[in-house]
């Protein structure tokens, strides 16, 4: 209700004298509780309308407001129609209030009973939320064809499915508008803006929905300006309520006005209730994660039909039908929403976000169809990362948790939870950038020790090259070229030249910048690729290399170059440790298995002189070095490469001699960070 | 073309078969006969049978080394010439090999005119100062 001064407005509330504005035309602006009682007409029925109207006489009405009009004030006994039909007679007081430009403002009307007449009447000390009924205006056009098929069954109802006709005519009208109490009472955190538009149902208790839908029904059997009442069943909101119900006029054939009078069913005082609603409210309101509301309930019986078909994969079905998964994007409606929820999505306010859930996954289609399949299965809750559109078009990453509702609760309701995680998402971004170009610098660092093999090994088939090309046109200068033999040269050079391009590539591989990959992989595949970088390290310094690799090893997701760089930088290591031994003594040993877990060991041991006791623990900290040219950052980087693949990296000595690592990767199923 | 009335004899010793059958070939089409071996181990099992005239060998090889290969024949008074030809290039190594008396040091990949003067010049006669490996 447009309000001049709200202090007024909430002072009116108040009093127990029936209080009523009016603009200059006679049309009611507002109508406090007391009136209310006085006269059975809920607020919400009477505003905007015509004084005339609630008149007993009309042309009595009409002449006392001219009255009025000409002296600005007029006292006598009115003659009110109520909402029960009847006529209530008052003592009224009228006066017309002017603004300071001399135009006029409002009329004020204060009425009491004549005497003999007294209102059904509450304790006029009791707070004015009780002495006000819950009111209600509310939409049945939805109900077309359910009030159709109750209206074709008149004549009686002989196998009960009125019951059900009467609940789902609750289901599916829609609420206009409510009062405060309403809101108050069932809103919950909803405000009565947030309520307008939303089903009745999604407010109203269950037990008593099929009750609701009867009087309804009789409300618009019967004639304009008789109510219809019944009383319920204490409900746990209130205790015995009465509600009351009747036609909209003429110009709102579809509406009708239901009242709702009892007292709050609940043993703690108003002020108390009030409180904890309040702290509640702001609890949800002020919680730091955004809240959504949403009302599935339709999408609930839906699932119930598909069950009852025999549907059980219903991932597989949802595959083959996604025009359900669009059906629950528009038509599921968000209900209520909290302050960060309007904050992190950015709407204007609750206004914007109180719409179908379709948007909220747009660019996450997927999410919808496994909150769906979560529902159907019957799971208390779903949770999973998503990209969210927002509603100025920026793309968030959050965490998206849904709780659907208990079953056979009284209000079916969903809640979608969503946690921001776009700055933790951007900060790990800038972490694994960092860690890669780490990494990077490390092979780079590593490829800087085999140079001498890398030349050598890239010599080997260009040497074979030139030696054969000159040698091919030696045969062709003769008298009678060799065809033959120049075919065979050829042929050899062209093998050569693709042995250069393979070790070429292997080492750009490993030199370049790139963002990781994640394939499935085996660590037998790593080791053997690793080998290859280091052939010629090992068999100039007379390495032998006993390899034990073991036959169905689990498979690993993991990039295939950090992984290489891991043995690769341990096989130096372990070259490198055997300098001072004797060249007989020098054994490199290299075992790969699957653990009792399903992890891939690999384990290298070397028999060199082992590492110091006083050391072991420090090996794998960053910038810790024993070598003279070394910067430290090796076995760092090889801890953080198979940390981020889910594994662990230990040293040890072996009693025997010498050091051994070990590497451990979890099975396939544990994807790197990355991903 | 050749001052000495046989044929000489080659030997071939590289670990990569691919550059062993490159120059056995390059050899052969220059009227030469050569023998090629993968380690200088198999090589010094030949010699003990077998006449050569000239030694080609690489430096890094599985087993013996091409150098380890020179401090033996070194140490066997054995003075066939030695063209060492390798992909390496540290100072040491080279300085090491002439200092083992290896006819010249050539660097893989190397010219085939570049190889056949050498070995012209390491068999035309075992003092004359010849090959780019002398002369650097």
């Known amino acids: ?675 | 073309m050749w001052p000495l009335p046989q044929i000489p004899t080659v030997a071939i010793i590289d670990d990569d078969e691919a550059v062993r059958e490159a120059l056995g070939d390059l050899l052969h089409v220059s009227g030469l006969i050569c023998r090629c071996f993968a380690t200088a181990g198999a090589f010094l099992a030949a010699l003990r049978t077998t006449h050569f005239d000239c030694i080609v060998t690489d430096v890094r090889m599985e087993g013996m080394s091409g150098i380890e290969l020179l401090e033996r024949l070194q140490k066997d008074r054995c003075d066939l010439p030695i063209i060492v030809l390798s992909s390496i290039l540290d100072q040491q190594v080279r300085a090491r090999a002439l200092g083992l008396g290896a006819h010249c040091w050539l660097s893989k990949p190397v010219g085939d005119k570049r190889l056949l003067d050498a070995l012209s010049a390491a068999m035309g006669s075992g003092s004359v100062a010849a090959g780019e490996g002398h002369s650097s």
């Open chain 1, 1 to 675: 209700m447009a309000s001049p001064a709200s202090d007024e407005m909430s002072l009116a509330e108040l009093a127990s004298e029936s209080t009523v504005l009016f603009d200059e035309d006679g049309r009611v602006r507002y109508w406090n509780p007391a009136a209310e009682r006085l006269f059975g007409w809920p607020a919400l029925s009477v505003e905007g309308v015509q004084v005339t109207r609630l008149a007993a006489s009309s042309r009595q009405e009409a002449s006392a407001w001219a009255a009025l009009l000409q002296e600005g004030f007029w006292r006598g006994v009115l003659k009110r129609r109520s909402r029960d039909g009847h006529v209530v007679e008052v003592q009224a007081r009228r006066l017309v209030r002017f603004e300071d430009s001399g135009e006029l403002r409002d009329v004020v009307e204060f009425a009491a009973p004549t005497s003999g007449h007294r209102p059904t009447s509450i304790d006029p000390i009791d707070a004015p939320d009780q002495m006000m009924a819950a009111s209600w205006e509310i939409d049945v056009a939805p109900c077309e064809s359910i009030l159709a098929d109750i209206e074709g069954e008149r004549a009686g109802d002989p196998d009960g499915r009125h019951a059900a006709l009467y609940q789902e005519i609750v289901e599916k009208a829609l609420i206009v508008r409510v009062n405060k109490r309403t809101a108050r009472l069932v809103g919950g955190n909803r405000t009565r803006e947030i309520m307008a538009g939303q089903r009745v149902a999604a407010f109203w208790p269950l037990a008593s929905r099929s009750a609701l839908g009867e009087l309804i029904v009789e409300a618009l059997r019967s004639e304009a300006g008789r109510s219809v009442f019944r009383g319920l069943p204490t409900d746990g909101i209130l205790r015995d309520p009465v509600v009351t119900a009747w036609r909209a006029d003429s110009e709102r054939p579809t509406h009708v006005f239901i009242s709702v009078e009892g007292v709050a069913d609940d043993d703690r005082s108003y002020l108390y209730l009030k409180a904890s609603e309040a702290r509640y409210r702001k609890l949800i309101h002020y919680m730091p994660v955004a809240l959504l509301q949403v009302d599935a309930s339709h999408m609930g019986k839906i699932y119930a039909g598909l069950r009852a078909q025999g549907v059980v994969d219903f991932d597989g079905y949802l595959q083959e039908h996604p025009e359900l998964i669009d059906l629950a994007g528009r038509s599921v409606p968000v209900t209520d929403v909290n302050r960060r929820a309007v904050e992190l999505l950015g709407g204007q306010g609750p206004h914007d976000l109180i719409r179908p859930v379709g948007h909220l996954f747009a660019i996450s289609p997927a999410t919808l169809r496994r909150v769906m399949v979560g529902r159907f299965s019957g799971r208390t809750s779903h949770s999973e990362f998503m990209k969210v559109r927002a509603l100025d078009g920026r793309v968030l990453d959050v965490r998206f948790s849904v709780t659907y509702p208990e079953p056979l609760t009284e209000l079916d309701t969903t809640i979608f939870s969503l946690e921001d995680m776009t700055d933790r998402v951007r900060m790990e971004a800038q972490l694994r950038q960092l860690q890669a170009d780490y990494s990077h610098a490390a092979r780079v660092s590593m490829l800087g020790e085999l140079t001498s093999s890398i030349a050598h090994e890239v010599n080997q088939p260009l040497a074979a090259i030139m030696t054969n090309a000159e040698t091919s046109l030696r045969w062709l200068a003769r008298d009678v070229p060799d065809v033959t033999k120049v075919t065979q040269l050829t042929a050899r050079i062209a093998a050569s030249a693709r042995r250069a391009d393979e070790i070429v590539q292997r080492i750009r591989g490993m030199a370049s910048k790139r963002a990781p990959e994640t394939v499935s992989l085996t660590l037998n595949e790593i080791v053997q690729q690793s080998l290859l970088f280091v052939k010629h390290e090992i068999e100039t310094r007379s390495i032998r290399v006993a390899t034990s690799c073991a036959r169905n090893l689990p498979r690993v997701m993991g990039d295939r170059v950090q992984l290489q760089q891991v043995v690769v930088n341990l096989l130096i290591n372990a070259a490198q440790a055997m300098e001072g031994v004797d060249e007989a003594e020098r054994l490199l040993t290299i075992e790969t298995m699957a653990d009792a877990e399903g992890s891939s060991v690999l384990t290298l041991r070397d028999r060199g002189p082992g590492i110091p006791a006083e050391h072991l623990s420090r090996i794998f900290d960053g910038f810790f070095t024993t070598k003279d040219e070394g910067m430290g950052i090796g076995l760092a980087i090889c801890r953080s490469i198979v940390a981020a693949h889910g594994g662990t990296i230990s040293a040890a000595n072996v009693s025997a001699g010498g050091a051994e690592f070990r590497v451990e990767l979890p099975a396939a199923e544990v994807a790197p960070r990355w991903t």
